[in-house]
Every structure is written in structure tokens, then in C-alpha cells.
């Protein structure tokens, strides 16, 4: 007879309410929280999500520092001039980018950041 696996959750309180609380890790070794108000609604957000791990369809919320970067960009781009957009086009892209534009914004550390500025 096999015995039952029991997930143990812990509860967390957030802006004066109690929620279950439990943690994963994703596809890349990263561990995810997870929250919801009773203990089935975790346990169904907890299948969906390592049903999407499974499959490698799991994507975090945050963009990746490439992708912010570029939408900076074209948000600087209606305010600035076009030579002052080239020059910062290519300080993002030596500097930014190409160290750093893999990276999800969330998981960037300022470690992250002070080896990235080393070359500059």
C-alpha cells in the first residue's frame, strides 16, 4: 500500500488577508510562490502550473531586459533626436543587452548589473 503525498502549505498574510502559500521551481531552476485564498484553489493553480513546466509552456510574467530595453527605446524615440536615439540604441546594445538581454527583468541582480558595467 502506497502512502498518500501530503504538500504542505504554509499560509502567508497580505494586506491584512490570509492565503496558502507554496513554492515550485520552474523549467530553469527557478523557484516560483504561488497564492491563493483556500487550499483546493492552490492545489488546482499548482497542477496548471506544473502542467505548463511539463510542457515548457511556463513563461513568467516579466519581459526579458532585451525586450524592456527596446520598448524604452521606441518610447524615448518621439522625444529625443535621431542622432542622441543611435547613440543610445548602441550604448543599450553593447552595454545592456548583450550581457544582460537574456535575462528576465525580475531576476536581474545588482551583481547582474555591476559585472555588466565593468567593460564600460
Known amino acids: 500500500m ?39 484553489e492552490l492545489c488546482d493553480k499548482l497542477h496548471e502550473v506544473q502542467e505548463q513546466i511539463e510542457n515548457k509552456t511556463f513563461c513568467r510574467t516579466t519581459p526579458t531586459v532585451k525586450e524592456y530595453c527596446e520598448k524604452w527605446l521606441l518610447m524615448q524615440s518621439a522625444n529625443i533626436r535621431q542622432t542622441t536615439l543611435t547613440d543610445y540604441t548602441s550604448k543599450i546594445k553593447n ?5 544582460l538581454g537574456d535575462k528576465h527583468m525580475a531576476d536581474v541582480t545588482l551583481d547582474d548589473i555591476r559585472l555588466a558595467l565593468v567593460p564600460a
Open 2 to 40: 502506497r502512502k498518500k503525498q501530503t504538500k504542505q502549505f504554509g499560509t502567508v498574510i497580505m494586506n491584512g488577508e490570509e492565503y496558502y502559500r507554496t513554492r515550485i521551481r520552474d523549467q530553469d531552476g527557478r523557484r516560483i510562490a504561488m497564492y491563493a485564498k483556500t487550499i483546493d
Open 95 to 99: 552595454y545592456i543587452i548583450k550581457p
